[in-house]
């Protein structure tokens, strides 16, 4: 091969967050003369929507939406017919400010947000030469911030079940956490109280953190669709009837992209916690539903401390719907635009920096699908921080 490309990031792990300055290199190696009519970096940041639904008459109709954040374009090498580069390797820095309303990354069945880089390599009379390489971006979602989701969450449910004419007994249900917001690294403890009065028994208990991704379609109408993924479950024992038992747990919660309402308008994601109560016969069950924020910025030490007033333990009411099936209450999250500027300003503070890693619940983004003559890789997979938290006693 003639030409070899490559694009260097500053930040060794591709991850940006919103706000902060894009900077990196654009590095070529030629083995002979090239002759070019130029060389152009192309910079896109954008979010995408789309899929289809078969009618009753069996045609199918293509519901599609898009939204740019970046969109830029810098000649590297200005456009000419006799500009020739010479054999060896050429380097070219560039810089690009992101938005600081960028949303994060994310790849997904309907849709993604995704942020590309391109190398253009403009030749006359062939085809042009293409480089492509993904990076990530993060909005900046600090936990302490939103004041709601550092107050304890506690809920119960109540089953009567009756054998006509007489009942056999209630079965109740109450789960509780210290918080509800969390980062990626961090466990999520939960206490499950099962007062079991009735005659039936509990055979098991399925709990799962999961991602609800809504997707919003502009044409050829607007039109919702979901997808639902389970980012880490637990298998619990059952209850015997006429028993009372309690169930302590912990989450670990993996890489995954961090709550998103408001960055993104065809794209949004949120987070729950669902316990699953299976019952014996008639195919009973028996479900609870927390909200719970996923951020890129962890609880302060000093604010890791839960309020221990009586309102901190208020039950929050359960009174909207996310789709077709009952959902927790969207917590509000506030905006924060303190976005760090450079590397000495991280938006932790002096805690440990993360990890960053994919989210192995997530597919890979094919990045160059649609693109002939792209020499960069085929798919890009977003990272997100990971924080080692140690576990509270």
């Known amino acids: 091969m003639v030409v070899k490309f490559d694009i260097l990031f500053e930040h060794d792990s591709g991850v940006y967050f919103a706000g902060q300055e894009l900077k990196g290199k654009v590095v070529i190696h030629l083995n002979k003369p090239k002759k070019v009519r130029g060389l152009e970096l192309r910079i896109k940041g954008f979010a995408a929507v789309k899929w289809s639904e078969s009618g009753s008459d069996n045609n199918s109709t293509y519901y599609d939406g898009k939204e740019d954040y970046i969109k830029t374009t810098t000649h590297l090498v200005a456009a000419s017919d006799s500009t020739v580069l010479d054999p060896g390797t050429h380097t070219f820095n560039f810089t690009c400010q992101l938005s600081p309303l960028c949303p994060s990354s994310f790849e997904g069945k309907y849709g993604h947000i995704r942020y590309t880089a391109r190398v253009v390599l403009v030749r006359p009379w062939k085809f042009d030469q293409k480089y492509t390489k993904g990076f990530t971006v993060l909005a900046l979602v600090d936990l302490n911030r939103i004041p709601t989701i550092r107050l304890p969450f506690h809920m119960n449910i109540s089953r009567t079940f ?7 007994g209630d079965l109740r249900v109450t789960l509780d956490m210290p918080q509800s917001g969390y980062v990626p690294g961090e466990c999520l403890p939960l206490k499950l109280l099962i007062d079991n009065k009735s005659n039936v028994a509990v055979v098991s208990i399925n709990t799962k953190l999961r991602m609800i991704i809504k997707f919003s379609s502009q044409h050829p109408s607007k039109k919702t669709n979901k997808d639902k993924i389970s980012i880490a479950k637990l298998y619990g024992e059952g209850v015997r009837s006429k028993t009372k038992k309690e169930f302590n747990y912990r989450i670990n919660i993996p890489a995954t992209p961090p709550t998103s309402f408001d960055r993104c308008g065809i794209i949004n994601i949120m987070y729950e916690l669902n316990v ?38 208020e039950q929050r009411k359960m009174e909207t719907y996310f789709g077709d099936e009952r959902q927790p209450e969207p917590l509000k999250i506030v905006r924060s635009d303190e976005t760090p500027q450079d590397d000495s300003q991280t938006p932790w503070g002096e805690s440990p920096p993360p990890t960053y890693e994919t989210a192995m619940h997530m597919m890979a983004g094919k990045i160059n699908q649609e693109e002939q003559n792209d020499y960069g890789p085929l798919e890009f997979s977003p990272r997100y921080p990971v924080f080692n938290i140690p576990r509270n006693t």
């Open 276 to 313: 699953e109560i299976a019952l014996s016969g008639w195919n009973l069950k028996e479900t609870l539903s927390a909200p719970v924020v996923i951020g890129t910025v962890p609880f302060s030490s000093s604010r890791q401390q839960q309020p221990t007033t009586s309102r901190a333990v």
């Open 162 to 168: 009756r054998c006509w004419p007489l009942s056999t």
